[in-house]
């Protein structure tokens, strides 16, 4: 039996790890997909204190090596479902693990434009990670649909790639912090289309067109790949009777929730700001009143 079992390995699950380790709680970190969650797919990091400059994979990768070293277990699979009570059980695919409190740090989910083709699509012309799939288009032209700061930080990685990339977005001026828009407007690879929505997608077996509506009408443009950076849906399907909001984000009061024992870190709680700063506050903050928990 654990101390504390952590469900999600991104930065508030791996941060929240550490300070169990530390405060010497047995604890396992359960993860469905891979290693770093979303920040691991980000090509530039600079709002991390303490790197000027660094790629989310680097950094995930410190993360992990700290938590390997204090001696937390990590397996790969999909919680299912937790039973709670004084022990709590985590059901995951065929195993079940007891513990006596649980952090649930699962983050988000790409945010799709769900249109007609478009999960035919996916992985065939369509993305969500540049690092990941930018290399498939180097010297093509590609599209990324989005304005806040992921979309542009993934067009500014592409314009290194691409003979040519379209940022696309719905509002009539990018969401994204200062100095990110002046780095993306002086490339010359890349326009900007405001105001702008894809309505369609065009090809056979691989995407090869969008159709693009802004104010003056719509137009087919030819793309060898688009890349969606459109948001995020939190990942709170785990069946249990936590309270959430109406956007479905976990409920939580400084990351405690309406079950005792039972605790929420990270992009899935309910919060103004999303950074990966947050979600390593947060995950100290659960650890922290997960120890003080297991001393009651």
């Given at each position: 039996?654990?101390?504390?079992?952590?469900?999600?390995?991104?930065?508030?699950?791996?941060?929240?790890?550490?300070?169990?380790?530390?405060?010497?709680?047995?604890?396992?970190?359960?993860?469905?997909?891979?290693?770093?969650?979303?920040?691991?797919?980000?090509?530039?990091?600079?709002?991390?204190?303490?790197?000027?400059?660094?790629?989310?994979?680097?950094?995930?990768?410190?993360?992990?090596?700290?938590?390997?070293?204090?001696?937390?277990?990590?397996?790969?699979?999909?919680?299912?479902?937790?039973?709670?009570?004084?022990?709590?059980?985590?059901?995951?695919?065929?195993?079940?693990?007891?513990?006596?409190?649980?952090?649930?740090?699962?983050?988000?989910?790409?945010?799709?434009?769900?249109?007609?083709?478009?999960?035919?699509?996916?992985g065939s012309?369509?993305?969500?990670c540049a690092?990941?799939?930018?290399?498939?288009?180097?010297?093509?032209?590609?599209?990324?649909?989005?304005?806040?700061?992921?979309?542009?930080?993934?067009?500014?990685?592409?314009?290194?790639?691409?003979?040519?990339?379209?940022?696309?977005?719905?509002?009539?001026?990018?969401?994204?912090?200062?100095?990110?828009?002046?780095?993306?407007?002086?490339?010359?690879?890349?326009?900007?289309?405001?105001?702008?929505?894809?309505?369609?997608?065009?090809?056979?077996?691989?995407?090869?067109?969008?159709?693009?509506?802004?104010?003056?009408?719509?137009?087919?443009?030819?793309?060898?790949?688009?890349?969606?950076?459109?948001?995020?849906?939190?990942?709170?399907?785990?069946?249990?009777?936590?309270?959430?909001?109406?956007?479905?984000?976990?409920?939580?009061?400084?990351?405690?929730?309406?079950?005792?024992?039972?605790?929420?870190?990270?992009?899935?709680?309910?919060?103004?700001?999303?950074?990966?700063?947050?979600?390593?506050?947060?995950?100290?903050?659960?650890?922290?009143n997960a120890?003080?928990?297991?001393?009651?």
């Amino acid at each position: 039996m654990y101390d504390a079992i952590v469900i999600g390995a991104g930065p508030a699950g791996l941060t929240a790890g550490i300070y169990l380790a530390r405060g010497g709680a047995k604890t396992l970190i359960i993860e469905k997909e891979s290693i770093g969650g979303q920040i691991a797919s980000s090509p530039l990091v600079e709002n991390y204190p303490g790197f000027k400059c660094i790629s989310g994979s680097e950094l995930v990768d410190m993360l992990y090596e700290q938590v390997i070293s204090l001696g937390v277990d990590i397996e790969i699979g999909e919680v299912k479902s937790i039973e709670n009570g004084e022990i709590k059980k985590v059901f995951v695919d065929d195993t079940v693990y007891e513990t006596k409190t649980v952090i649930i740090a699962t983050g988000v989910k790409h945010r799709k434009l769900n249109l007609e083709n478009e999960d035919e699509f996916i992985g065939s012309g369509i993305h969500f990670c540049a690092t990941c799939d930018g290399p498939f288009y180097k010297n093509k032209v590609v599209g990324v649909i989005g304005g806040a700061n992921s979309a542009v930080i993934n067009a500014i990685y592409l314009a290194s790639l691409c003979d040519k990339v379209y940022l696309i977005y719905r509002g009539k001026d990018l969401k994204c912090e200062k100095k990110l828009k002046e780095k993306v407007s002086k490339l010359k690879n890349v326009e900007i289309l405001l105001n702008s929505n894809i309505i369609q997608y065009l090809g056979v077996d691989k995407l090869d067109k969008i159709v693009v509506k802004d104010l003056i009408g719509k137009r087919e443009i030819q793309v060898d790949g688009i890349f969606l950076s459109i948001g995020m849906d939190p990942e709170t399907s785990i069946k249990l009777n936590l309270n959430k909001t109406e956007n479905n984000y976990y409920d939580s009061v400084d990351t405690l929730t309406n079950l005792p024992g039972i605790l929420v870190a990270g992009d899935c709680r309910n919060k103004n700001i999303r950074q990966v700063t947050t979600a390593v506050s947060d995950g100290t903050v659960a650890a922290i009143n997960a120890l003080n928990y297991l001393q009651n």
